[in-house]
């Protein structure tokens, strides 16, 4: 079993920041990578910063520049710096991992259950 616990969203006005964290607990043998997806009212959800094997970055257009994806190995934690925000980024947010448990099975897409992020113009 793997659990994954997110935390840190909120209420914020344009040009604020939050930072989330996510932390993963369990069976785990590895993580192989972690991020951040998110998903406004209607429409798809979308990558919004992962973290593959610790070292390679990626980020959703929308984003670059403004948010920065860090993971702290020892405490399976991932953190996503969200500055200059902005009200179309608004959104729940969701931590996303892959993982190889203890057991030595993969699991692909694992997802937490989400955190409210909400930006007043």
């Known amino acids: 079993q793997v659990q994954l616990v997110e935390s840190g969203g909120g209420l914020v006005q344009a040009g604020g920041s939050l930072r989330l964290s996510c932390v993963a607990s369990g069976s785990i043998f590895s993580i192989n990578a972690m991020g951040w997806y998110r998903q406004a009212p209607g429409q798809q959800r979308e990558l919004v910063a992962n973290?593959?094997?610790?070292?390679?970055?990626k980020y959703g257009d929308s984003v670059k520049g403004r948010f920065t994806i860090s993971r702290e190995n020892a405490k399976n934690t991932v953190y996503l710096q969200m500055n200059s925000l902005k009200p179309e980024d608004t959104a729940v947010y969701y931590c996303?991992?892959?993982?190889?448990?203890?057991?030595?099975?993969?699991?692909?897409?694992?997802w937490g259950q989400g955190t409210q992020v909400t930006v007043s113009s």
């Open positions: 996303n991992v892959d993982v190889t448990t203890t057991r030595g099975i993969t699991l692909h897409d694992y």
């Open positions: 973290i593959i094997s610790g070292v390679r970055t």
